[in-house]
């Protein structure tokens, strides 16, 4: 009789143990990760795309890319045919130089100024911006733009220049300005032309001073387009090695390495 009564606590007592023993590992089990999978894909790191290449890295002296010769002669009576640069917070990134002069007839009492301005702006290539090229684009649509939305040219006429840089516009108008008790008209010519993700911008104007004639617009437009050419040139000597120089090069070695094996294997 104590046995056959006994026999039901020695059960619950045993169940009791039984499960105060599984509790741990259930716990234990629910909070560990599952084994690894070796055959599932892992999640890679998400790489930064690397910045198209650019073809200037840096930029000359704009003062420099123009030579004393052509100043004199776009700038008629200029006291610096070296021009001066003006200051800028990055000369790898932009640059300017100026030029003026005042050319004086004393028999035929005219007078005559002169002013050009050479603009450098380079732009580098960034994943969140776009490729230098195209940021360079943009710019010289904007300084196409500062001059055609200024109420106070007149006459602004913009044109393409074929086969000048990757792109180029020039613009010829005109503005007149109170200089002392005396108006004048000057003519003025913007030319903007990119190269790559460089920026060159040229403004030209000439007035008559003292009821002197202003110079034609034709002259003006020429003159500012000699200048723009002769800096392309300028620049474009500076430019970084293309890409496609290394690449042509490894492929011709390449290609030698394949003569060679194949020489070597007959």
Known sequence: MDRTASTPGRSRRARRALAWAIAPALMIGACSSPP???????????????????????????????????????????????????????????????WTGLKENKEEQTYHFRSLTLSLKRFDSEPS????????????????????????????????????????????????????????????????????NAVLTVDLYGAGMQETKPPSAESVKKSAELVIDEALAALDAEADAPAEDSTDATDATDSTNEESTGESNA
Not at 51 to 69: A, G, K, M, W
Not at 158 to 180: C, M, Q, R, W
């Open 129 to 196: 911006l776009g490729s230098g090229d195209d940021r360079a684009s943009l710019y010289l649509q904007d300084q196409v733009a500062e001059i055609m939305e200024d109420e106070a040219n007149t006459g602004a006429k913009p044109a393409e220049l074929a086969e000048t840089g990757d792109e180029a516009v020039t613009i010829a108008y005109s503005v007149k300005k109170k200089d002392g008790e005396e108006t004048n008209e000057y003519r003025q010519q913007r030319v903007v032309a990119r190269t790559g």
């Open 36 to 98: 690894e999978d070796n055959d599932s894909p892992k999640p890679s790191a998400s790489a930064t795309p690397a910045p198209e290449p650019v073809r200037f890295s840096t930029l000359p002296n704009p003062c420099r890319t123009v030579s004393e010769e052509t100043a004199e002669r776009v700038v008629p009576g200029t006291e610096n045919p070296a021009g001066e640069e003006l200051s800028s917070a990055d000369t790898t990134r932009s640059g300017a130089c100026l």
